[in-house]
């Protein structure tokens, strides 16, 4: 997943460091951990304002999506 949004980010001649804002969304926040450890190590020390949101149900049956704001 994080490998898809450094493509997009790409594609806008941009990086994870142009990110201002994630909103992130969880069907189960057991993996919130994980996730932030993962999260981690594609944002370093750039720490853009996050939320994240526990859902009962996202598209596709997929655990986690991602929405990302960036400034190019």
Same mark, same amino acid.
């Given at each position: 997943?994080?490998?898809?949004?450094?493509?997009?980010?790409? =594609?806008?001649?941009?990086?994870?460091?142009?990110?201002?804002?994630?909103?992130?969304? +969880?069907?189960?926040?057991? #993996?919130?951990?994980?996730? #932030?450890?993962?999260?981690?190590?594609?944002?370093?020390?750039?720490?853009?304002?996050?939320?994240?949101?526990?859902? =009962?149900? +996202?598209?596709?049956?997929?655990?986690?999506?991602?929405? +990302?704001?960036?400034?190019?």
């Amino acid at each position: 997943m994080f490998d898809n949004l450094r493509a997009v980010l790409r =594609a806008a001649g941009a990086d994870f460091r142009n990110v201002t804002r994630a909103t992130v969304y +969880l069907t189960d926040l057991g #993996n919130f951990q994980t996730l #932030n450890s993962i999260y981690a190590q594609y944002f370093g020390d750039h720490k853009p304002a996050r939320s994240t949101i526990g859902v =009962a149900q +996202l598209p596709r049956g997929a655990a986690v999506e991602i929405d +990302l704001i960036a400034v190019v």
